[in-house]
T-cell receptor, first 110, second 112 residues
Framework: EDQVTQSPEALRLQEGESSSLNCSYTVSGLRGLFWYRQDPGKGPEFLFTLYSAGEEKEKERLKATLTKKESFLHITAPKPEDSATYLCAAGGTSYGKLTFGQGTILTVHP | DGGITQSPKYLFRKEGQNVTLSCEQNLNHDAMYWYRQDPGQGLRLIYYSQIVNDFQKGDIAEGYSVSREKKESFPLTVTSAQKNPTAFYLC???????????FGDGTRLSIL
């Protein structure tokens, strides 16, 4: 059975304090590792797809990396507007089906 | 602008009532999905459809039904058999292969 676990459950940072979110996965035949941002009362917003170990993607203050067992979302010098829930999802051999982690709630204080 | 539209934003269900949640997309995506999100839990897959007139059960399909008569539309019916329907329901769509899923802004269903 595919499994995705995110840690920590919640993270509080001061503005400018860099940190990382973790996503551990056990998936047969990984077809893609996806990161999403979700604001309260909204649907998840797509951020990144990573397909193979060693791959990295960047967007503004966010950088996602992938190993054979984990993915990290690095946040550099965060701002209060980066506060959101960050979701990780893995796609395995079952076409189109994603397994989601429970999310990390990030709060950035000014 | 292309996107996914879910309606209504809020919905209330009475005991013994079936309710239908709407999902429309204009992204020309073949695949569509319905998820349920509960506080502190990840998204759980209810049903998915890879092509018109075909759909498969996800991990928590009991008490739900769907149809896929048009490429653009994938409505979800929450039946009276679903005993704990209070949740945030999300619809998504994706293109071929390992393309990312894109989500609507959800429908919050509550019980009267």
């Amino acid at each position: 059975e595919d499994q995705v676990t995110q840690s920590p459950e919640a993270l509080r940072l001061q503005e400018g304090e860099s940190s990382s979110l973790n996503c551990s996965y056990t998936v047969s035949g990984l077809r893609g590792l996806f990161w999403y941002r979700q604001d309260p009362g909204k649907g998840p917003e797509f951020l990144f797809t990573l397909y193979s170990a060693g791959e990295e993607k960047e967007k503004e203050r966010l950088k996602a990396t992938l190993t054979k067992k984990e993915s990290f979302l690095h946040i550099t010098a965060p701002k209060p507007e980066d506060s959101a829930t960050y979701l990780c999802a893995a796609g395995g051999t079952s076409y189109g089906k994603l397994t989601f982690g429970q999310g990390t709630i990030l709060t950035v204080h000014p | 602008d292309g996107g996914i539209t879910q309606s209504p934003k809020y919905l209330f269900r009475k005991e013994g009532q079936n309710v239908t949640l709407s999902c429309e997309q204009n992204l020309n995506h073949d695949a569509m999905y319905w998820y349920r999100q509960d506080p502190g839990q990840g998204l759980r897959l209810i049903y998915y459809s890879q092509i018109v007139n075909d759909f498969q059960k996800g991990d928590i399909a009991e008490g739900y039904s769907v149809s896929r008569e048009k490429k653009e539309s994938f409505p979800l019916t929450v039946t009276s058999a679903q005993k704990n329907p209070t949740a945030f329901y999300l619809c998504a769509s994706s293109g071929q292969g390992s393309q990312p899923q894109h989500f609507g802004d959800g429908t919050r269903l509550s019980i009267l």
